[in-house]
């Protein structure tokens, strides 16, 4: 089987000679895993050659704040990149959000998804909208569409459900598309997206007549239709990186039997399974040179890179960092400084081994004290 399964070229079905990178999922593990492997990528000057960055979930959180910060790295570089994409992750992942948003969400007026991305526009977007993004790269933010199945993107240009149709120029706030993007089930979903028919394009979506279908949608995680944010990478990039922050499941002789512990279970053994096969697809079709790039993952062992000289990573280590939960749980600044490093060390492994414009050298870490273990 191959990646082919996710759709071939762009709109116009012509891979273009961009780069694209997908962030995954993971709560607030797989948000400082990919502050890691962003920094690397950054000391590199490689993330700055980008055209396009997809994220669903956890994911959704740093590719936000690295988008309002974009145009700031560009003039300030490394220093800019800690300042304005490290130092407000770090801050946000001091902060507990789902279980507040969860009790909020019960006991106050509003849902739960609003007190999340109210939580995220107070630390991290400060009210900016979708057209505050930059022009490029092009930034997609994806989410699931319970009322269709497909996936309901939202970009600077757009807010899209293929089947729906399409809103132009969307003024969303950041924190609206990350929070419809993070909004995990069973807890944090559905996030509620308020439109009404006008808001579309009347020539688009015509699968689906009916307005209903364009009024109050109900959205939930992006990973649950694409937990690697690929789709909007592989069927446009001849270049593709991916970062998986997914964690793993671990061994339970007595799954939980209630309901809210019992689907949180089923939900996990379905991601994991599901994200091992994109996972396959994914490797499987860049040895293949159907599309260039590299993968690199939380659970990955780095010495399957073959480097002469990897960053000493014991797999048995690195285990136990993908082993964080996924949550928005506040992190102690060891948990951070760990997942940080490690996504580094990795992402640096995963380029110099198999993409050819990589760079050389073994890496001096972010943290060089704390290490991966």
Same mark, same amino acid.
Request: proline content about 6%.
């Given at each position: 089987?191959t990646?082919k399964?996710?759709?071939?070229?762009?709109?116009?079905?012509?891979?273009r000679?961009?780069?694209?990178? +997908?962030?995954?999922g993971?709560?607030y593990?797989?948000?400082?895993?990919?502050?890691?492997?962003?920094?690397?990528?950054?000391?590199?000057?490689?993330?700055?050659?980008?055209?396009?960055?997809?994220?669903?979930?956890?994911?959704?959180?740093t590719?936000?704040?690295?988008?309002?910060?974009?145009?700031?790295?560009k003039?300030? #570089?490394?220093?800019?990149?800690?300042?304005?994409?490290?130092?407000?992750?770090?801050?946000?992942a #001091?902060?507990?959000?789902?279980?507040?948003?969860?009790?909020?969400?019960?006991?106050?007026?509003?849902?739960?998804?609003?007190?999340?991305?109210r939580?995220?526009?107070?630390?991290?977007?400060?009210?900016?909208?979708?057209?505050?993004?930059?022009?490029?790269?092009?930034?997609?933010?994806?989410?699931?569409n319970?009322?269709?199945?497909?996936?309901f993107?939202?970009?600077?240009?757009?807010?899209?459900?293929?089947?729906?149709?399409?809103?132009?120029?969307?003024?969303?706030k950041?924190a609206?598309?990350?929070?419809?993007?993070?909004a995990?089930?069973?807890?944090?979903?559905?996030?509620?997206?308020?439109?009404?028919p006008?808001?579309?394009?009347?020539?688009? #979506?015509k699968e689906?007549?009916?307005?209903?279908?364009?009024?109050?949608?109900?959205?939930?995680?992006?990973g649950?239709?694409?937990?690697?944010?690929i789709?909007?990478?592989?069927?446009? +990039?001849?270049?593709?990186?991916?970062?998986?922050?997914?964690?793993?499941?671990?061994?339970?002789?007595?799954?939980?039997?209630?309901?809210?512990?019992?689907?949180?279970r089923?939900?996990?053994v379905?991601?994991h399974?599901?994200?091992?096969?994109?996972?396959?697809?994914?490797? +499987?079709?860049?040895?293949?040179?159907?599309?260039?790039?590299?993968?690199?993952?939380i659970?990955?062992?780095?010495?399957?890179?073959?480097?002469?000289?990897?960053?000493?990573?014991?797999?048995?280590?690195?285990?136990?960092?993908?082993?964080?939960?996924?949550?928005?749980?506040?992190?102690?600044?060891?948990?951070q400084?760990?997942?940080?490093?490690?996504?580094?060390?990795?992402?640096d492994?995963?380029?110099?081994?198999?993409?050819?414009?990589?760079?050389?050298?073994?890496?001096?870490?972010?943290?060089?004290?704390?290490?991966?273990a």
């Amino acid at each position: 089987m191959t990646i082919k399964t996710l759709g071939g070229g762009g709109d116009d079905g012509e891979l273009r000679d961009e780069i694209g990178l +997908c962030l995954s999922g993971g709560g607030y593990r797989a948000m400082l895993f990919h502050v890691g492997a962003l920094w690397r990528l950054m000391k590199s000057g490689k993330l700055l050659e980008i055209d396009r960055i997809s994220s669903v979930s956890g994911g959704s959180i740093t590719a936000g704040v690295l988008a309002i910060a974009w145009d700031e790295l560009k003039v300030g #570089g490394l220093d800019a990149f800690q300042a304005r994409v490290v130092t407000p992750l770090r801050r946000m992942a #001091g902060v507990t959000v789902d279980k507040r948003s969860i009790l909020s969400g019960i006991l106050l007026p509003g849902t739960i998804g609003q007190f999340v991305a109210r939580a995220y526009d107070e630390h991290l977007f400060d009210g900016a909208t979708l057209q505050d993004l930059p022009d490029w790269p092009v930034f997609v933010f994806n989410a699931t569409n319970l009322e269709t199945g497909t996936l309901f993107r939202f970009t600077k240009a757009e807010a899209r459900d293929w089947r729906v149709g399409r809103i132009d120029k969307p003024r969303f706030k950041i924190a609206h598309a990350v929070a419809a993007s993070s909004a995990f089930p069973p807890v944090l979903s559905p996030f509620v997206l308020d439109v009404e028919p006008s808001d579309f394009d009347p020539l688009t #979506g015509k699968e689906i007549a009916d307005d209903r279908f364009r009024s109050e949608i109900s959205l939930t995680d992006g990973g649950v239709y694409d937990n690697l944010g690929i789709e909007q990478v592989w069927k446009r +990039c001849k270049t593709v990186l991916v970062s998986d922050g997914g964690g793993r499941i671990e061994d339970d002789p007595s799954p939980p039997g209630d309901w809210a512990r019992g689907a949180k279970r089923v939900l996990d053994v379905v991601d994991h399974q599901v994200r091992n096969l994109r996972k396959r697809q994914v490797v +499987c079709s860049l040895v293949a040179k159907e599309r260039m790039g590299t993968y690199w993952g939380i659970r990955t062992d780095i010495a399957d890179y073959q480097l002469p000289d990897p960053y000493p990573a014991p797999h048995v280590d690195t285990l136990r960092i993908a082993g964080i939960a996924t949550r928005l749980r506040r992190m102690n600044a060891s948990e951070q400084e760990l997942l940080i490093n490690w996504g580094y060390a990795v992402a640096d492994a995963a380029v110099r081994r198999y993409w050819p414009d990589g760079f050389a050298g073994q890496p001096v870490l972010p943290y060089p004290t704390v290490g991966v273990a």
